[in-house]
Every structure is written in structure tokens, then in C-alpha cells.
């Protein structure tokens, strides 16, 4: 065959040293083992998303929710990223149920599929990283 071969591991030449961007490679390996999966990342930055943009993750959509319109633009740019413009709630939980929501209304999820959510949460007056296994209902 001619047809070039796309890796199934991740982009292994990135070298990630920050805690939180091991965090990142460790979510887009489990959606890729998941199969059918995608990700779900809110962001102020951009940065999360672009991280895992390039990890390559193949055949996971990776759906960036951010609330800053010059993040969604500049969202538009890296490989393998979807991104949407949403106002995010004061309680994480109704941003994460709304972007599902979203995502199921528009027909880039169909119930079933499960998702990796990244996001952060308050516990014990600290806010935490977290890593999310959610299905579409």
C-alpha cells in the first residue's frame, strides 16, 4: 500500500516535565485505549488544549470549552482541536453538564460515548486538577 501509516501511540517527542502536562498525556492515553472517546478540556489559556493537540492522540477529538472569544479563535488553529465558545458557570459540575449537553445536542457525541473530562474542582478550599471519566447520556 501506498497510503502512508498513522501511528496508533502518541507523540512521543514532546517532552513533558510539568506535572500538569503529564496529567494531559496520561488523559489523551486513556481516551485513546477507551476507543470511540474524545476529550473535554475548559480553558482560559488555550494552553491544555494545545498541549494535547500535540500528543496526536489518533482518532480522539479533543472539544476545548473556553469563555475568552480570542482564545476560541486562536483554538482554531492546532491539530485535532474543536473548540466552543460557552459562558462557564460559577459551579464547575453545571459547565461540565452543559458542555455534554452541547456536545449531545449538536450531534458531536452520541449517548453512549465516553469522554475524558480535564477540569479543575474546589476541594477543601483548594482548587485541584482532575481527570473525568464521563458517558454521554
Known sequence: SIEPSV???LNTKIQLKEPKAKMLRSAAVLAQELGQ??????TRSGFLAYVL???RARGVPIFAFTDVESIFRQLLLPWGVE?????FS??????ILN???YLKRKEWCPPGTWLV???NALAADKVIDT??????E
Open 90 to 95: 460559577e459551579d464547575p459540575e453545571k459547565t
Open 99 to 101: 458542555a455534554l449537553a
Open 53 to 55: 493537540g500535540a500528543l
Open 131 to 136: 481527570i473525568q471519566l464521563r458517558q454521554v
Open 117 to 119: 473530562v480535564i477540569t
Open 7 to 9: 501511528p496508533a501511540a
Open 83 to 87: 473548540p466552543f465558545l460557552m459562558e
Open 37 to 42: 472517546s474524545g476529550i473535554v478540556v475548559f
